[in-house]
T-cell receptor, first 113, second 113 residues
Framework: GENVEQHPSTLSVQEGDSAVIKCTYSDSASNYFPWYKQELGKGPQLIIDIRSNVGEKKDQRIAVTLNKTAKHFSLHITETQPEDSAVYFCAASNPQGAQKLVFGQGTRLTINP | DSGVTQTPKHLITATGQRVTLRCSPRSGDLSVYWYQQSLDQGLQFLIQYYNGEERAKGNILERFSAQQFPDLHSELNLSSLELGDSALYFC????????????FGPGTRLTVL
């Protein structure tokens, strides 16, 4: 089955700098890659997603890139702000079956003022 | 606010007991997914229901079961509880049977003593 690896597990950046989180997946049939942000005591919140027919997607300060050949995708956050501090999860899903999400292990992002 | 509701927020119980977690999906969503989040296993898919029918199973223990009712709310039943069942339990909802975009609820924190 699908396996998703996420790096780094922790990331600390200065406010205003950029943050990059990377994920690799194993199942070449996976075609949907969402990113979730989880704040303390809350459920995962979908922040951006990308499908396999697209190489890059942007939404204001957040962008996601996908390299299908290498089977990896990345989350880029620019001009980081203290409220970006949270745990971020990548996930992948396969069109066959129920589209269950297979998650990476998470990255704890800390923005230092 | 994702529009997915879960009750209760917290649950404390003893080993050997049985509990029921409840989830109401977003308006218009027919699929409900259950996930378990623990420190050592991360976010793991348990089971999916679509319009009242079981659609897919993940790593769900035989002691656990779920159902989706005609009003589309879902319940996750956990029985013969063990210390290792202590975790956050999330439900997510999606529009269709093989929907990929999933919106998560706030979760239920289960503590087994």
């Amino acid at each position: 089955g699908e396996n998703v690896e996420q790096h780094p597990s922790t990331l600390s950046v200065q406010e205003g700098d950029s943050a990059v989180i990377k994920c690799t997946y194993s199942d070449s049939a996976s075609n949907y890659f969402p990113w979730y942000k989880q704040e303390l005591g809350k459920g995962p919140q979908l922040i951006i997603d990308i499908r396999s027919n697209v190489g890059e997607k942007k939404d204001q300060r957040i962008a996601v890139t996908l390299n299908k050949t290498a089977k990896h995708f990345s989350l880029h956050i620019t001009e980081t702000q203290p409220e970006d501090s949270a745990v971020y999860f990548c996930a992948a899903s396969n069109p066959q079956g129920a589209q269950k999400l297979v998650f990476g292990q998470g990255t704890r992002l800390t923005i230092n003022p | 606010d994702s529009g997915v509701t879960q009750t209760p927020k917290h649950l404390i119980t003893a080993t050997g007991q049985r509990v029921t977690l409840r989830c109401s999906p977003r308006s218009g969503d027919l699929s409900v997914y259950w996930y378990q989040q623990s420190l050592d296993q991360g976010l793991q898919f348990l089971i999916q229901y679509y319009n009242g029918e079981e659609r897919a199973k993940g790593n769900i223990l035989e002691r656990f079961s779920a159902q989706q009712f005609p009003d589309l709310h879902s319940e996750l039943n956990l029985s013969s509880l063990e210390l290792g069942d202590s975790a956050l339990y999330f439900c997510a909802s999606g529009r269709g049977r093989a929907t990929d975009t999933q919106y998560f609820g706030p979760g239920t924190r289960l503590t087994v003593l």
